[in-house]
Nanobody, 130 residues
Framework: QLQLVESGGGLVQPGGSLRLSCTAS????????IAWFRQAPGKEREGVSS????????NYAHFVKGRFTISRDNAKNTVHLQVNSLKPEDTAVYYC???????????????????????WGQGTQVTVSS
């Protein structure tokens, strides 16, 4: 069974950090570009960041630039999202998604187009509160 599993979420105080992980099961991530999305209660899902399959080129939403860092460890079949300087408005369920295709080997996929992604995880909750 092909699936993505997110982990690393939790409750953190404002200004704190977390390291989210997205691990593939049943397939290897080597040829997949990966993105992180999030959805807060009562809001639409929004793209956070993406990374290309081979070159490691990245893309970030304006509201996380300088605070979040996406990286991949193909040897561990995992992509990480380091989230720093967290704010209450970062509270959301964070999802990872995988996009297959040579288009995304050297450029990161758009985080505004859900349709470009082939697999989605179930999400991990991040809550930022004092």
């Amino acid at each position: 069974q092909l699936q993505l599993v997110e982990s690393g979420g939790g409750l953190v105080q404002p200004g704190g950090s977390l390291r989210l992980s997205c691990t593939a099961s049943g397939f290897t991530l080597t040829h997949y570009a990966i993105a992180w999305f999030r959805q807060a209660p009562g809001k639409e899902r929004e793209g956070v960041s993406s990374i290309s399959a081979f070159s490691g080129s990245t893309n970030y939403a304006h509201f996380v630039k300088g605070r979040f860092t996406i990286s991949r460890d193909n040897a561990k079949n995992t992509v990480h999202l380091q989230v720093n300087s967290l704010k209450p408005e970062d509270t959301a369920v964070y999802y990872c998604a995988a996009a297959y295709g040579s288009t995304w080997y050297y450029q990161p996929p758009r985080i505004t187009e859900d349709s470009e992604y082939d697999y989605w995880g179930q999400g991990t909750q991040v809550t930022v509160s004092s």
